[in-house]
């Protein structure tokens, strides 16, 4: 499975961005998929993920209530809506797929190379 991740960019706090991650293979929409953030000097964290049948999703704390994850079988695409962004949401966004539900960091099987996000105050 490659995964190809696009969306990012600069932009204002308050502001809103939407990833998009786009899986080749028939077998992508058998995989749960997680996003995960990379920010300067912090670990990979966990922001959330959607099970395979998109009925099903997990969020971070603390983005919960302003970042929606969704995905489009037809497309073979999974959408991070990012709302409400912060400085803090700084980092760069990777995608990821497991069989696993809910997904772990640890345990993932195929990451793409990620976009950048970046929030200014």
């Known amino acids: 499975v490659q995964l190809v991740e696009s969306g990012g960019g600069l932009v204002q706090a308050g502001g809103s961005l939407r990833l998009s991650c786009a899986g080749s293979g028939r077998t992508f929409n058998n995989y749960v998929v997680g996003w995960f953030c990379h920010a300067p000097g912090k670990e990979r964290e966990f922001v959330a993920d959607i099970s395979w049948n998109g009925r099903v999703t997990n969020y971070a704390d603390s983005v919960k209530g302003r970042f929606i994850i969704t995905r489009d079988s037809a497309k073979n695409t999974v959408y991070l809506q990012m709302n409400s962004l912060k400085p803090e949401d700084t980092a760069v966004y990777y995608c990821?797929?497991?069989?696993?539900?809910?997904?772990?960091?640890?345990?993932?099987?195929?990451w793409g190379k990620g976009t950048l996000v970046i929030v200014s105050s």
């Open positions: 990821a797929v497991e069989r696993r539900f809910p997904s772990s960091l640890s345990g993932m099987d195929y």
